[in-house]
């Protein structure tokens, strides 16, 4: 348990100060607390009248809040009505602890649920950075989702047993990798999922280098779009060839509205 604790609190970096917010928040039972998800819309206060056209569910990288997330990927289509909820994981904000990777698994399968449950027929699409990813496809894999949209998708046990044992003499391999959560196997879930996704990767990730994220791409089983960005793992900002392309990508895929790719 120690070492579980240890190693999840690695990967999440949690933290629980106050942090200003004017998005909605809604609180989500579990067995274990409560899951925190922030609710922010696209269109103007004037427009929220109309039910949205699309519906995302968003997984942070570690560190992350969810109470200071952008409108990605729903800033990208300016002439859709799109909420965007935003999952704050284990120990952040108020969603309960401890940070524990199960319980993370816990909140992403909570969230989806919610939103399935809420929506109205719209679209769902699941997003996804980072660690956030490892969530993301454990929902795809597991749920009846529109979409999937994930930058820099993390194949954490992979990552573990061969681009990091040779630092750590074999702990991470042996010890950590063994640690994480079936359920947070991102080549095992990317198999299950059928959902149309997109793939961004960074081609100077150093954290997540492309031929781990490209391996990723390969086992997944739906349609799937790549688009290889400028810059490293936790650059926010695309350079402006690249956001262009990744504005004309969402479009094509989500149209105004539309789920259909």
């Given amino acids: 348990m120690l070492l579980s604790s240890l ?3 690695t990967f ?6 106050y942090i200003p917010c004017s998005k909605e928040q809604h609180l989500v039972s579990v067995p274990w607390g409560k899951v925190q998800l922030w609710r922010e819309y696209s269109h103007d206060a004037r427009g929220r009248e109309m039910p949205a056209e699309l519906l995302f569910l968003r997984f942070l990288g570690s560190r992350g809040r969810a109470e200071m997330a952008t409108l990605d990927p729903a800033d990208r ?3 859709t009505r799109a909420e965007v909820w935003t999952v704050n994981p284990p120990s952040f ?3 309960s602890g401890p940070a524990n990777l199960e319980h993370y698994a816990d ?13 109205q027929g719209q679209a769902l699409w699941i997003c996804g950075k980072s660690i956030g990813t490892t969530a993301a496809l454990l929902v795809a894999g597991t749920a009846n989702v529109s979409g999937v949209i994930l930058r820099n998708a993390m194949p954490l046990r992979e990552l573990l047993r061969r681009r990091y044992a040779w630092r750590t003499a074999g702990v991470s391999r042996f010890i950590a990798a063994p640690v994480i959560p079936h359920r947070l196997d991102s080549l095992f879930n990317a198999r299950k999922a059928c959902a149309p996704a997109l793939f961004l990767v960074s081609r100077n990730d150093e954290v997540v280098p ?3 994220q490209h391996e990723l791409v390969a086992s997944y089983a739906g349609p799937k779009t790549v688009l290889e960005v400028a810059g490293g793992h ?9 956001e262009a392309r990744y504005r004309q990508v969402l479009r ?10």
């Fill in 210 to 212: 492309p031929p781990f």
């Fill in 234 to 242: 936790d650059d926010r900002v695309l350079t402006s060839e690249d």
């Fill in 93 to 95: 904000g108020g969603t």
């Fill in 107 to 119: 909140c992403a399968l909570a969230a989806v649920d919610y939103l399935l449950k809420r929506s």
């Fill in 252 to 261: 094509e895929m989500l149209g105004r509205g539309c789920a259909e790719v």
């Fill in 12 to 17: 999440l970096r949690p933290s629980q100060h």
């Fill in 7 to 9: 190693i999840s609190r």
């Fill in 77 to 79: 289509l300016p002439a």
